[in-house]
């Protein structure tokens, strides 16, 4: 099980790779962010069809997009200078707390 989290783990982090690269790619103008970002998604999705195999996905896509976007709005923080309301930071951290619930107490779970 813990392989598994692992692989959920690595689409995560190649997913949030990958779309942090694309503002860097110019709307897929500039090759090599757009070729790295492109390495990053198929990647994500490769590691996907390895989880799949062993959790829900429903379990794994919740997983997976909610720490996604959680990650993605941390980094756009310090990265991008982007700025968040508190309603919208309280809702990011909802979100967490909704994968953490949906991971502890999933059938398939052991």
């Known amino acids: 099980?813990?392989?598994?989290?692992?692989f959920l783990f690595g689409a995560i982090f190649c997913e949030v790779a990958g779309t942090m690269l694309l503002p860097a790619s110019q709307n897929f103008?500039?090759?090599i962010p757009t070729f790295a970002l492109a390495v990053f998604y198929l990647t994500a999705?490769?590691?996907l069809t390895f989880v799949v195999n062993k959790l829900p996905i429903a379990i794994v896509?919740?997983?997976w997009s909610g720490l996604g976007?959680?990650?993605i709005a941390i980094?756009?923080?310090i990265f991008f200078k982007q700025t968040l309301a508190w309603q919208s930071i309280l809702g990011l951290f909802l979100?967490?707390?909704g994968?953490?619930?949906?991971?502890?107490?999933?059938?398939?779970?052991?």
């Open 61 to 63: 896509y919740a997983t």
């Open 45 to 47: 999705f490769y590691l």
């Open 1 to 6: 099980m813990i392989k598994t989290y692992l």
């Open 29 to 31: 103008s500039k090759f």
């Open 75 to 77: 980094l756009g923080y």
């Open 95 to 97: 979100i967490v707390i």
């Open 99 to 110: 994968v953490i619930l949906v991971n502890t107490f999933s059938v398939n779970n052991l």
């Open 69 to 71: 976007i959680f990650t």
